[in-house]
């Protein structure tokens, strides 16, 4: 609240601040109140949240089954690791041009593009808290007779998931990151399509509805998140 008040006052107090440059938070609520009752703001979220939601959802399948396969499968970790480790150095922004030439400008683009940031950090995640179970933990499996199949079942994934969560955590605040370099991409709907059309526009204080939109939805993702993970995996209730 202190914050906001010294933003609110700034223009007041700092000689030759400019408002249309840097707006107050009176004013973004003004520009934001008739977009939200015109139901922009409620679509845009829409639209924003299930591409990052579809592309998060898509890489994690990937890239837990990825993680799984290349720890403990020594002949795909050969074949894989290489290429997956040098295509983790490959920002999601610099496929941008390519994904739009591949896909268009249609929604099969930012899918790619999330899925594609959002992928690494699981897939590491995964791959190290599977490789690092503890020997000891599949010989005592193994002598109660669990098979290959039951011993990932019920010791491998249980004791990776601490890192598998970790993973998935990271790669929610990452979805939104590069949702918006997909939407500015070619988009006409979407929380970073209006950032762009505020931009076009001059209009900073509906840049600022984006950022702060942007903000609020990575915060409530990530609280949804942790909040699940207790429910589910009461065991890991240090998990925060």
Known sequence: MALLALWEAAPHVVPGLNTALLPTPSMIFESALPMTVSGEIPNDIYVSVRRAAAGFVLAAILAIAAGVATARVPVFNFLTEPLLHGARAIPAIALVPVSVLWFGIGEAAKLALVCWGAFFPIWVNT????????????????????????????????????????????????????????????????VAYMMSMGHQLFRVDIMFIGLLLLGLLGFIADRCFVYFAQKLFPWYASYR
């Open 127 to 190: 791959f190290i808290g599977v490789r690092d179970v503890h020997p000891v933990y599949l010989r005592s499996a193994a002598c109660l007779g669990a098979g290959r199949w039951q011993k990932l079942a019920w010791v491998v994934l249980p004791a990776a998931l601490p890192l598998i969560l970790a993973g998935l955590r990271q790669s929610i605040a990452i979805s939104l990151i590069v949702l918006v370099a997909a939407e500015l991409s070619g988009a006409t709907a979407g």
